[in-house]
């Protein structure tokens, strides 16, 4: 990663947003296991402490954005995750 702030602006000019995200513990599961993927991203959450967490209740917790190359995959990887969420909850 770019420890020079004018590079990294220049890399996350290259980032769209691609997921919305429901709530923390799944943008804490994404970025684990994108991490370990060595997918680059950045989240960001609509918490905003002079509204208190309004927009959270309307918008989804925040959104996540990576280069455009990894849009598929990021998609793949969520589709699983909030399957199993699904499934993990109609068992029990």
């Known amino acids: 990663m770019a420890s020079d702030p004018m590079e990294r602006r220049k890399?996350?000019?290259?980032?769209?947003?691609?997921?919305?995200?429901?709530?923390?513990?799944?943008a804490q599961l994404l970025d684990s296991i994108l991490t370990e993927r060595d997918i680059p991203h950045?989240?960001?959450s609509y918490h905003d402490t002079a509204y208190n967490g309004l927009y959270q209740t309307q918008l989804?917790?925040?959104?996540?954005?990576?280069?455009?190359t990894y849009q598929d995959e990021i998609e793949?990887?969520?589709?699983?995750?909030?399957?199993k969420a699904c499934e993990k909850n109609d068992t029990e």
């Open 76 to 83: 793949e990887i969520l589709t699983d995750l909030r399957t």
């Open 60 to 68: 989804g917790w925040g959104y996540l954005t990576a280069p455009e």
């Open 42 to 44: 950045c989240l960001t």
């Open 11 to 26: 890399q996350m000019e290259h980032y769209i947003k691609a997921a919305i995200l429901e709530n923390e513990f799944e």
